[in-house]
């Protein structure tokens, strides 16, 4: 029976090749999706549980079929039956040959139904995956019998059609401040944004205290509280954004997830000339008013950033667009997808595999948890969130059972999520502050008070 992480890893990979035709959310041009089967193809890739490089086009329709029909459970690899149905008989073999050389663009299990229809085998006798590798093994398979077909026409970049179709995600590295475990040293802030390709609005943009992954999470959550699920993520390949984490995440969200080549960052323009813009706008007032001891803090850096960004930025008009990013995305009549705080936290949550000891018990980052006695030694899927250790949920074999008990609890965190150290905050007095008007100028567009927690409401 294969582990839950590797089903995983391998609904991620196929994820990652069909994205972009599940997730189109307008109607491709003739013979696109064909043009975009053939060129993936044509690619090697590392596939997890696999010595294979390559994915042929009859693999790509199934698991189109299979995301169709049960979404990112069903790219998981299920357990197979004890009944096998890995041959053929030679004359159903040949006939299914024919079928094929008559016909080359019938896919597999057309021809199946057909076979069947015939009478000529028993329903369910053949397995789509086992006449597909003698079609391929008798150089029948649909890739080779079209491929002089093939139409060689480059793909178009793909501009955003409309309002939070494309997001482009990155981060930079930002101002230095007084460290919080040491305020004699200091410490860099790096700034996560992500920024609407349409309107060029940031549906959230933070500093933190590294570029870890919680720290992309808790983004992208925030953005999407805010703004609704986006059509297609779009980012580089840095370790944060080619997790396994992210891409079950953007699996079960129903998120286009793309990256950039490798050292070469065409299409992130947009986020790129925008970290440019707070590279001379934003940076120079931050520095001035770290100077002046206004800003102590990360969440003083961060209250002054939002300042910035709702009250000067959003209300600026950009240079391309000829119109301010909030008013570009007010004129949009796209309604975007919407979901609940519960759902996805829910999939936010990370996980892992643990096996529980004869006593009932398991840990997880030195802490020890109680489960159910059923489940003694067997591997089990743990699944928390890495701000808070004391809820973990407990499945086997798809099924839940409940949240384990906490037995010893020494971290409350994920070694990966650092605490956030207090400060305390002076205040101080000055002539004129950018930021002050900025604020002001937020506070009368928004109505709203800053936060920057993750559990903001819905609208």
């Not at 089903?7 to 035709?21: D, H, N, T, V």
């Not at 813009?277 to 803090?297: L, M, N, R, W």
């Not at 829910?346 to 489960?371: A, H, M, P, Q, S």
Request: aromatic share 10%; charged share 30%; glycine share 6%.
């Amino acid at each position: 029976m294969m582990d839950n992480g590797l089903k995983e890893q391998i609904a991620a990979f196929r994820y990652s090749l069909i994205s972009p035709i599940v997730n189109r959310q307008s109607p491709m041009a003739p013979g696109e999706i064909k043009n975009y089967l053939e060129e993936t193809t044509k690619r090697t890739y590392t596939i997890p549980g696999s010595q294979r490089q390559t994915v042929s086009i009859r693999s790509l329709e199934r698991y189109m079929m299979l995301y169709r029909k049960g979404g990112w459970e069903a790219l998981r690899p299920q357990d197979r039956d004890s009944e096998s149905r890995t041959s053929i008989p030679d004359k159903i073999l040949q006939k299914a040959f024919l079928l094929r050389q008559e016909r080359p663009e019938r896919t597999v299990e057309k021809i199946i139904f057909l076979l069947e229809e015939e009478g000529l085998a028993p329903k369910g006798s053949i397995a789509t995956s086992t006449l597909s590798r003698h079609f391929r093994k008798a150089g029948l398979s649909r890739q080779e019998l079209l491929q002089n077909q093939c139409d060689t026409k480059a793909f178009k970049r793909r501009e955003a059609e409309d309002l939070h179709m494309i997001w482009q995600f990155d981060f930079k590295h930002g101002v230095y401040l007084a460290d919080p475990k040491n305020p004699k040293q200091r410490k860099k802030a790096i700034l996560f944004a992500i920024i609407d390709d349409y309107s060029r609005m940031i549906p959230h943009a933070q500093f933190y205290w590294d570029e870890k992954l919680p720290r992309m999470e808790d983004s992208l959550k925030k953005a999407i509280l805010k703004h609704g699920i986006p059509a297609q993520f779009y980012c580089d390949n840095g370790a944060a954004f080619s997790s396994l984490q992210l891409q079950r995440i953007c699996g079960k969200l129903g998120i286009h997830l793309s990256h950039s080549r490798p050292y070469r960052p065409q299409g992130r323009g947009k986020i790129e000339r925008w970290f440019g813009f707070v590279d001379t706008s934003f940076i120079p007032e931050a520095y001035q008013e770290i100077e002046q001891g206004k800003i102590t803090s990360l969440m003083e850096l961060n209250i002054a950033f939002t300042a910035w960004l709702d009250g000067f930025y959003h209300q600026r008009k950009h240079g391309t667009t000829n119109v301010t990013p909030m008013d570009r995305a007010n004129s949009s009549t796209r309604e975007t997808r919407r979901i609940s705080m519960e759902r996805l936290t829910d999939i936010f949550l990370w996980e892992e595999e643990r096996k529980v000891d004869k006593t009932g018990c398991i840990k997880l980052n030195g802490n020890t948890y109680e489960v159910d006695g059923a489940l003694c030694g067997k591997r089990i899927c743990v699944r928390y969130d890495p701000f808070d250790l004391t809820v973990l949920k407990v499945i086997y074999q798809e099924k839940s059972y409940g949240n384990a008990v906490p037995y010893a609890l020494h971290s409350m965190h994920h070694p990966s999520v650092k605490a956030a150290v207090a400060v305390e905050k002076v205040a101080h007095e000055s002539s004129v502050s950018f930021f002050k008007l900025a604020e002001k100028k937020r506070q009368e567009t928004f109505h709203e008070p800053l936060s920057f927690s993750a559990k903001e409401n819905v609208k």
